[in-house]
């Protein structure tokens, strides 16, 4: 592990290269961005920013399609913890060919930007109940991580490779932007106060997407541009990971992107026993598993996914197995 001029962890070059073929990036991206990363501390002022802007834009759709969002060490593996630090996701992510919840894969991502000489923290979010299936006026504490950073013209942007079905692309922090999605989908950015807070003057930049633009905008989350340090994700993550309270721990869930002639084009998620693919607006059921031989299966097939036996021992007599 190599720390970059910039502050925080960073992945080296040998690292860097391993992962470019994990995620499957073009050969040509690949070298350009290892070469300006060799002969530059710093991005900015090696690049204007709309070249930055494709690089990272690149990185994080070919990071969403064959990096699984997933919570399987919750429920398959024999201690049930999630470590945050870079050496460990790296080894769980890229020699292992795994996936992560929000915390584990962005911070896996920050590592990455880092060592390739992008400026970036990362900052805490809240999430909307209503992504969950609750009321959406409600908020959660602090319980999921953003990245954000910042190209040569100062503009910043907020990336998040950890929220299953979230942003594909960066998001720049401004109002009255409308962003495509997938499909009709739309997403924008604003910067008002939750229904939640005592104090009506307080502002946080609130993540939106709808169907399309006959549909109304849906709170996601919200998040503050205040930097979060790796004491605070450790309390955030000691609770979603541990917390019987915390969905995390009731729930086997995936989801992961489908890229197809280098654009995103739709997704396959695993809640609980069944599979199912969504493209534009039609959603396919792929599977019901009835077992965990079944769901096992799934985790292969639809995200490139074989636990090894001891991590398959581990959901023995959880409230998640699967017993038929």
Sequence with gaps: MASSSLDGPAYTESQLKRYFERIALPASV??????????????????PPDEQLAFLTTLQQHQL???????LSLHYSPHRTLSLDVSNLYEKIVERRRGGYCMENNCFFAAV???LKFS???????VNDSAHGGAENGYSGWSHMVNIITLSDGKKYMVD???????TRPLPLG???IWPGIGQRQMRLVYENISPNTDPRQRLWIYQSRKSDLDEWMDTYCFTELEFLPPDYEIMNFFTSQSPKCWFTQRVVMAKFEMEDKELVGMVTLNGAEVKRHRAEQTE??????SEEERLTAFRTWFGIELEENDVQGIKGLVT???G
């Design 175 to 177: 109002v009255g932007d």
């Design 65 to 71: 399609a064959h990096v699984p969002f997933e919570n």
């Design 321 to 323: 197995e699967l017993k």
């Design 285 to 290: 059921t792929l599977k019901s598993c009835k």
């Design 120 to 126: 970036v923290y990362s900052g805490g979010a809240r």
């Design 30 to 47: 690949q070298d350009r961005l290892l070469s300006l990363s060799r002969y530059h501390d710093d991005l900015s002022s090696s690049l």
């Design 113 to 115: 930007l880092r060592g």
């Design 161 to 167: 490779v950890g929220f299953g079905a979230g942003p």
